[in-house]
């Protein structure tokens, strides 16, 4: 069992930044590939970014390939969505989620999610 919980969304600037931390409970994290989705106003669950157990393979969603980066620590059981130059169209429900292993871009396929952490980006 595993569970997570994000934090640091709020409202930000058009062109600004925020950090997406997300903490996992449980020994076993380190086992884990980590997964953030969004799911903007009146759209469906989308995925953003996603990394392996460990950390050595990283994936996007083309719309945010040089401005956001995932990683984690796993000595800190948490994996991060750092976000640079942020669209308004970047405006949605963040959560991250955890599936054995290897990561995947379809959300289906994740076991846990956290609460879902809203970010706003004003334009």
């Known amino acids: 069992q595993v569970q997570l919980v994000e934090s640091g969304g709020g409202l930000v600037q058009a062109g600004g930044s925020l950090r997406l931390p997300c903490v996992a409970s449980?020994?076993?994290?380190?086992?884990?590939?980590m997964g953030w989705f969004r799911q903007p106003p009146g759209k469906e669950r989308e995925f953003v970014a996603a990394i392996n157990w460990g950390g050595g393979s990283k994936y996007y969603t083309d719309s945010v390939k040089g401005r956001f980066t995932i990683s984690r620590d796993n000595a800190k059981n948490t994996v991060y969505l750092q976000m640079h130059s942020l669209k308004h169209a970047d405006t949605a429900i963040y959560y991250c989620a955890a599936r054995p292993q290897i990561a995947n871009r379809t959300y289906r396929l994740y076991d846990y999610w956290g609460q879902g952490n809203q970010v706003t980006v004003s334009s």
């Open positions: 449980g020994r076993t994290f380190s086992s884990y590939a």
